[in-house]
């Protein structure tokens, strides 16, 4: 649940915070189609026809917050999804800031190419989400896909809004392993 401490928060308390949707509804779209219909249609200020994914400010809301603000209906979910801009480092850099106040979003591996026809549509980054400061942060259970429109492999981002997939991920697999 929330921390109505956060001043974000707070706000949200008297609010509704889910999406309404029709019973039975579940949102999971593929990677082609959350970057090439919601997310360009997010960029170029277009109507989305069903309104499920929201607006946040992901580096003044903690990983365990954006579920409940997150929310499609009323089911229990283990994905959210949300559109944020991304927050520069330094004013004339190109570093992303990817702090909270609880933590920091580290990004692992490499970015992978979304292609829809061969043609290049965009990129999804992943990330872990880290409690403390880097570099001594501790690593949680939160991962989240950053996904961004792009021309070309080695190009720049099109634009500084992405759209994100946030998760919270469960080790029984690998608890089963251990016994």
């Given at each position: 649940?929330?921390?109505y401490?956060?001043?974000?928060?707070?706000?949200?308390?008297?609010?509704?915070?889910?999406?309404?949707?029709p019973?039975?509804?579940?949102?999971?779209?593929?990677?082609?189609?959350?970057?090439?219909?919601?997310?360009?249609?997010?960029?170029?200020?277009?109507?989305?026809?069903?309104?499920?994914?929201?607006?946040?400010?992901?580096?003044?809301?903690?990983?365990w917050?954006?579920?409940?603000?997150?929310?499609i209906?009323?089911e229990?979910?283990?994905?959210w999804?949300?559109?944020s801009?991304?927050?520069?480092?330094?004013?004339?850099?190109t570093r992303?800031?990817?702090a909270?106040?609880?933590?920091?979003?580290?990004?692992?591996?490499?970015d992978?190419?979304?292609?829809?026809r061969?043609n290049?549509?965009?990129?999804?980054?992943t990330?872990?989400?880290?409690?403390?400061?880097?570099?001594?942060?501790?690593?949680?259970?939160?991962?989240?896909?950053?996904?961004?429109?792009?021309?070309?492999?080695?190009?720049p981002?099109?634009?500084?809004?992405?759209?994100s997939?946030?998760?919270?991920?469960?080790?029984?697999?690998a608890?089963?392993?251990?016994l």
């Open positions: 649940m929330f921390n401490s956060c001043k974000i928060c707070a706000g949200l308390k008297n609010m509704n915070t889910f999406s309404h949707v019973p039975g509804f579940r949102f999971h779209p593929t990677d082609e189609e959350l970057v090439d219909y919601y997310l360009r249609k997010k960029i170029a200020s277009k109507k989305i026809d069903l309104d499920v994914i929201r607006d946040v400010d992901l580096y003044k809301i903690e990983p917050d954006l579920q409940e603000l997150c929310k209906g009323t229990d979910q283990n994905e999804y949300f559109f801009h991304k927050d520069k480092k330094y004013p004339t850099g992303t800031n990817r909270t106040k609880a933590g920091f979003w580290k990004a692992t591996g490499r992978k190419a979304i292609y829809i061969h290049l549509v965009g990129m999804r980054k990330l872990v989400f880290y409690k403390g400061r880097a570099p001594n942060g501790q690593k949680s259970d939160w991962i989240m896909h950053e996904y961004r429109l792009e021309t070309n492999e080695n190009g981002p099109q634009a500084s809004i992405f759209i997939l946030l998760t919270l991920q469960q080790f029984l697999h608890l089963a392993f251990k």
